[in-house]
């Protein structure tokens, strides 16, 4: 993995904001860039590695911090804050690691054809460009229309387009320019939406992870908080192991909860949680071998401490009501 300089990673004023330290980056001023990492690095990291290896998601770290570094002048605060643009240019690194991956030779030294050529999502941000790109030029007038089209679409020279339209190469020159400037003035304000619509187009898994790892970093939070004191759910009768056991993890106003066992037998088991005499489920866990599981759960009802928590065997046969608990914790 490489790694940077610790002239480049050493500490500044850590009161200054992300747009401040870029703007110190852009002036050379290396040491800005610890900070940010310190602060994003973590975050990015998770992101590739949702699509990645590990190895690969720590090189790509590592990637993406070198382009802020490198291309810290090219950030403009105006257009945006820091993070999501830190986010769009990691979304785009994984991206194009997947799509270089696709590229790659199969074990018998072929090379796989089907997916070498932009997927779906790239084909309609193509598309959605294309077609605001052409609304924009149809608003030109007819002459810079014409003009702009022949430069820029059909790739002529000046000298071309002076000679198809029949006009000297000066008001060849001008039509082009005149229609530039137009076009400039159209599109820059919904530069932001058509960035929107791209990402709306290709960030749906993007969105999900953003989700999931939030919910990953306040679940991290509850596990971590050594204040918090977790409710131990015991076996509840003779057959089950005696060491096995679970602890729920959450707390008031906070909508996660975590839930993990342990010397528990292999099998598929539910959990869920009682308030009053509504129950809310946590979701499953896959026990394996080493008797261990953990879930993250996520609902409106977890906010309030709960009277009972269960984990049962995953009914069979089709019933869909839970079997008889296994562990347990109750008020």
Do not use: C
Not at 183 to 193: E, G, H, M, N
Request: hydrophobic share 40%; no cysteine; aromatic share 6%.
């Amino acid at each position: 993995m490489r790694v940077y300089p610790q002239a480049v990673l050493a500490s500044v004023d850590p009161a200054r904001s992300d747009e401040e330290l870029m703007r110190d980056l852009a002036r050379g001023q290396q040491q800005a860039l610890g900070p940010l990492y310190s602060r994003y690095a973590s975050l990015v990291f998770h992101l590739s590695a949702q699509s990645l290896d590990r190895a690969v998601a720590e090189e790509l770290v590592q990637e993406v911090f070198l382009t802020v570094w490198r291309g810290a002048a090219s950030f403009d605060p105006q257009q945006g804050a820091f993070r999501p643009w830190l986010l769009r240019l990691t979304h785009w690194k994984i991206l194009n690691e997947l799509r270089r991956r696709r590229r790659q030779p199969t074990q018998d030294g072929e090379f796989d054809l089907v997916d070498e050529g932009p997927g779906p999502e790239e084909h309609a941000w193509q598309s959605e460009h294309e077609r605001i790109l052409k609304a924009a030029l149809e608003a030109l007038p007819p002459k810079q229309r014409q003009a702009v089209a022949m430069a820029f679409l059909q790739d002529m020279t000046h000298e071309q387009v002076a000679r198809a339209l029949d006009v000297p190469l000066g008001t060849a020159k001008t039509r082009i320019r005149s229609g530039l400037q137009i076009l400039r003035l159209q599109l820059t304000p919904i530069a932001a939406s058509l960035l929107g619509v791209g990402l709306a187009i290709v960030g749906f898994q993007y969105v999900q992870t953003r989700i999931t790892l939030d919910r990953e970093e306040r679940a991290i939070t509850l596990v971590t908080t050594s204040e918090l004191v977790p409710l131990r759910l015991v076996p509840t009768s003779a057959s089950v192991p005696a060491a096995a056991h679970a602890n729920y993890r959450g707390r008031e106003g906070n909508s996660v909860a975590v839930l993990s066992v342990e010397a528990l037998p292999p099998g598929t088991y539910l959990a869920r949680v009682r308030h009053a005499d509504r129950w809310t489920s946590l979701g499953v866990l896959d026990v394996g071998k080493d008797g261990k599981a953990s879930l993250i759960a996520e609902d409106i009802a977890l906010s309030i401490p709960p009277d009972a928590v269960e984990v049962t065997l995953e009914p069979g046969g089709g019933s869909s009501a839970p079997s008889t608990p296994v562990l347990a914790w109750s008020r």
